[in-house]
């Protein structure tokens, strides 16, 4: 059975930093592409880092490029979302996704306020 669960979200300050996990089960994130999407209040949800199935290659959202970076422990079968300089904007649910599967994460709450 194929599951994700992140964690790592809380309450940061505008500038601050904070890095997400999502810990897989019943699939191997070193061969399967995985990404990163978030859904802030009113809004609908957006696509904020993919990465492939092999490889180090990586896409990141405009509004994020720079700040965030998606990275993967193959031996903990884990994806991260390394998030710095964060801003009031970042405000959102953060979901882990498995394309392949259709997978998603029950989400973890980023909030970026002073």
């Known amino acids: 059975q194929v599951q994700l669960v992140e964690s790592g979200g809380g309450l940061v300050q505008p500038g601050g930093s904070l890095k997400l996990s999502c810990a897989a089960s019943?699939?191997?994130?070193?061969?399967?592409?995985m990404s990163w999407y978030r859904q802030a209040p009113g809004k609908e949800r957006e696509l904020v880092a993919t990465?492939?199935?092999?490889?180090?290659?990586?896409n990141y959202a405009n509004s994020v490029k720079g700040r965030f970076t998606i990275a993967r422990d193959n031996t903990k079968n884990t994806v991260y979302l390394q998030m710095n300089s964060l801003k009031p904007e970042d405000t959102a649910v953060y979901y882990c996704?498995?394309?392949?599967?259709?997978?998603w994460g029950q989400g973890t709450l980023v909030t970026v306020s002073s």
């Open positions: 996704k498995a394309p392949r599967f259709g997978a």
């Open positions: 019943g699939f191997s994130v070193s061969s399967n592409p």
């Open positions: 990465m492939p199935s092999f490889g180090s290659s990586t």
